[in-house]
C-alpha cells in the first residue's frame, strides 16, 4: 500500500509540477505579451508626442515666418512712405519756372478742348503765371480768369461753367505716377 501511496503521490506530484508548469508559461506568455502592448502603446504615445511637437513646431515655424514677413513689410512700407513724404515736401517747396509752367497750361488747356478756363496756381507761382501770360498771347486768350490755388503748386484748369476740371497739380501728378514708381522703388531698395 505504501507503494501505491508512493505511485500516487508521485503521479499528484508529476500533474502537479505539469500544471505548475503549464501556468508559468502561460503566465511568461501572458507577462510577455503584456510588456509587448505596453511598449507597442508607449511607442505609439511616443509617436503621438513627437508628430504633435512637430505639428506644434510648424505653426511656431509658420507663424514667426508670417510675423517676420509683416515686419519686413511694415518697414518697407516705412521706407516708401518716407520717401513719398520728403517727394510731397519737396513738392510743396517747389516754385516752378516758366517752361513748367507754360507745359503744365498747355497741358491743362488742351485737355479742355480749346473751351475759355479759369485757371488755380499756387500763391508762389502767380507771379511766373502773370508773366508768362503776358508774353504768351495763345495761352492768355484761353484764361477768363486766374484764382489763388491753396496746394502745393501746379494748375487746375476749368471751364468757366465748372463743369469740368482738369487737375494737373503736383499732388495730382506724383499720385498718377506712384502705381508705377512704387514697383520700381521697391526694387531699387528691397
Known amino acids: ?15 502537479a509540477h505539469a500544471i505548475i508548469e503549464e501556468a508559468e508559461e502561460k503566465a511568461r506568455k501572458e507577462i510577455s505579451r503584456a510588456q509587448k502592448q505596453r511598449e507597442t502603446k508607449i511607442e505609439e504615445e511616443r509617436g503621438r508626442i513627437r508628430k504633435a511637437a512637430e505639428e506644434e513646431a510648424t505653426r511656431i515655424h509658420a507663424r514667426s515666418s508670417i510675423k517676420e514677413r509683416q515686419e519686413v513689410s511694415a518697414k518697407k512700407s516705412s521706407v516708401i512712405t518716407r520717401i513719398i513724404d520728403m517727394a510731397e515736401n519737396k513738392l510743396s517747396h517747389f516754385t516752378a519756372d516758366e517752361h513748367l509752367l507754360a507745359k503744365l497750361l498747355t497741358e491743362s488747356l488742351d485737355a479742355l478742348g480749346g473751351k475759355r478756363a479759369r485757371i488755380y496756381i499756387s500763391p508762389r507761382d502767380m507771379a511766373s503765371v502773370r508773366k508768362l501770360l503776358a508774353s504768351n498771347e495763345d495761352l492768355a486768350s484761353r484764361i477768363e480768369e486766374i484764382k489763388e490755388l491753396q496746394r502745393q503748386g501746379g494748375i487746375i484748369a476749368e471751364d468757366v461753367d465748372g463743369k469740368l476740371r482738369i487737375d494737373n497739380t503736383y499732388a495730382t ?3 498718377m505716377l506712384l502705381p508705377q514708381l512704387l514697383p520700381q522703388i521697391s526694387k531699387e531698395l528691397f
Open 1 to 15: 500500500m505504501e507503494r501505491i501511496n508512493e505511485a500516487v503521490i508521485a503521479k499528484v506530484n508529476e500533474e
Open 173 to 175: 501728378r506724383l499720385e
